[in-house]
């Protein structure tokens, strides 16, 4: 039914935040500029938010920014390209597979050392590893899948891969009584990894195959819905919502709390990847 909760999550409101910020300052913006203005209209959102949870959940948000801001003015982009930016946030469709087509919209594209890389932002929680984060992704769908579809977009150009910008949600300064105060190092706060993909690779193949064969699930389903209305089992993993600590309002409509078209508790899906008239 393409419908949504109606109440926001604060990992996906904070991370659309961050990421607002690091577009305009792929733009030119500088970074004290980016997050004064992003951090205005944020609360200027909060302030005429009619929804109480969303009105806290955006101010939480800019709470979480102002945490970060003073280290964010210490970062620096340690990639050198000769082109920074063919693209930043420009949504795409790909033809997956027959039938199939694959959205997405990358945080920026930049040519370096004359191969194409996606430039990823990502906001780790507090106790995230840098280290582990970048080793699962090298079975990262999303990465893996992006790829294909700028190597298809930009055949001119020979595949890199993924450069990641990663960044903890930690609180730079942290005060402790009224004379000492403690200071997380640039390294706790900031990693920059370039992770090398080969559209070649039999490590890529297999990552594509693993997306068609759960594709080809998902219209399984889909197919058995329409011929004969059987609803596939749901994914119990995320009942607890985010942070496993709240029923998730997908769980109340599986218990007959409430009902998926109420619009009390659920809106019509934003399309986040919906491409302008100009693209």
């Given at each position: ?24 300052t ?10 004064a ?12 938010e ?15 920014l ?21 693209e ?22 930049g ?6 890389w ?9 106790g ?10 090298q ?23 993924t ?78 919502g ?19 078209d ?7 899906r ?10």
């Open positions: 039914m393409n419908r949504e909760p109606l109440n926001a999550s604060l990992p996906l409101t904070f991370g659309s935040l961050i990421h607002r910020v690091f577009e305009d792929s733009k030119g913006l500088s970074m004290k500029d980016s997050i203005c992003h951090r205005a209209a944020a609360y200027s959102m909060a302030m005429n009619l929804n109480p949870h969303n009105m806290t959940v955006v101010l939480k948000a800019i709470e979480t102002d945490d970060l801001t003073e280290a964010l003015l210490l970062w620096k982009d340690t990639y050198t390209f000769e082109i920074p930016c063919l930043v946030e420009v949504p795409f469709e790909f033809e997956l597979m027959p039938g199939v087509l694959l959205r997405g919209r990358p945080d920026r594209v040519i370096m050392d004359g191969m194409l996606h430039v990823q932002h990502k906001a780790l929680a507090a995230t590893h840098f280290g582990i984060y970048t080793d699962l992704a079975r990262s769908y999303h990465e893996h899948s992006y790829m294909e579809a700028l190597a298809w977009k930009y055949p001119q150009y020979r595949v890199g891969g450069l990641f910008d990663l960044i903890r949600k930690l609180k730079y300064r942290t005060y402790v009584g009224k004379r000492n105060e403690k200071v997380k190092t640039y390294e706790e706060m900031f990693m920059q990894f370039p992770m090398s993909i080969s559209l070649d690779s039999p490590l890529h193949e297999h990552v594509m195959t693993s997306i068609c064969q759960h594709v080809t699930g998902m219209q399984r389903q889909r197919e058995m819905w329409n011929v004969v209305r059987h609803v596939p089992a749901p994914n119990e993993a995320a009942n607890g985010y942070f496993h600590n709240k029923p998730d309002e997908y769980f109340k409509v599986l218990t007959g709390q409430i009902q998926l109420d619009d009390r508790y659920f809106r019509a934003v399309d986040t990847y919906a491409q302008s008239e100009e693209e």
